[in-house]
């Protein structure tokens, strides 16, 4: 595969059941290489999991500087994207006949709304998702009007671009694909997953430099242990981030613990 081709990175492939298919339109699809290239994503893609074919906004161009951007009409700072090598790109993708035509085509901005755990488990359930990442200034208003049907945030900072927020909507989708994750690495009891933060984690030795893991995790007491569990998950919550509290799904259980949590 030689992403700096553009285009269709890899040749039509048999499709599975559940793979998902990213089609990823930036002006610098080697950024890409290293971050899919590891670890679980580059497993997901060999075990034909996941998709992701890159493709080049430059080879859209029909100018001889092969020119993507312009200046804001009305002046301004920066440079807009052009709306044609974006129409373009995405017409050809989306034009592909294996592509589901309800896959939404995302754009990456700091405009967007802000990417969350939900989001990423309602797109971990499609079968291709289009992802527009911005450049410059941002892309011209009639882009996002007429090709884009969502846009994301992935924090309240400035990136030079949309890639790395494209990588990071991938990443955390693509591990929400059944299959993906084997079981021992389960995202169940994820931070955000449950809607609470995860607690604090041990592993041997069970006493470094004076420093003991919690005796109950070596206990073997299954119950007393989902307990510790359940109690430390609430109590990194509170202390950390009490908002997610509020929308937490909680037993009277863990309200009795939050109650006992906080008169500590
Ligand atoms: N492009 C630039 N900054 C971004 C951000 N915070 N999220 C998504 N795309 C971006």
Redesign the pocket.
């Given at each position: 595969m030689d992403i700096r081709q553009g285009r269709v990175s890899n040749p039509p492939s048999f499709r599975s059941a559940t793979m998902m298919r990213f089609h990823v339109l930036t002006l610098f699809p080697e950024m890409f290489d290293s971050p899919l290239s590891v670890s679980i994503i580059a497993r997901a893609q060999k075990q034909g999991l996941v998709e992701v074919n890159l493709h080049n906004i430059r080879d859209f161009t029909h100018n001889r500087h092969n020119t993507v951007d312009d200046y804001p009409f009305g002046g301004g700072p920066g440079m807009v994207m052009k709306p044609e090598p974006l129409f373009e790109s995405v017409e050809h993708v989306r034009g592909s006949a294996s592509l589901d035509e309800s896959a939404p085509t995302v754009l990456?901005?700091?405009q967007?709304r802000r990417?969350d755990q939900r989001i990423a488990e309602d797109y971990s359930e499609l079968s291709d998702i289009v992802i527009i990442?911005?450049r410059y200034e941002g892309v011209d208003e009639r882009v996002r009007q007429n090709l884009v049907t969502d846009e994301?945030?992935?924090?309240?900072?400035?990136?030079?671009?949309?890639e790395?927020?494209?990588m990071v909507v991938i990443d955390a989708v693509a591990r929400l694909i059944p299959g993906v994750v084997g079981s021992a690495e389960s995202p169940a009891n994820d931070s955000y997953t449950t809607g609470l933060l995860q607690h604090p984690l041990y592993t041997r030795p069970s006493e470094y430099r004076g420093m003991e893991a919690p005796d109950v995790l070596l206990s073997g007491h299954h119950a007393e242990i989902a307990k510790w569990h359940r109690r430390e998950t609430l109590r990194r919550t509170l202390e950390r981030r009490p908002d997610l509290l509020e929308s937490a799904d909680l037993s009277n259980e863990d309200r009795r613990m939050l109650d006992e949590l906080r008169a500590e």
């Open positions: 990456m901005t700091p967007g990417f990442c911005g994301l945030s992935i924090g309240d900072y400035v990136l030079g671009g949309g790395l927020a494209a």
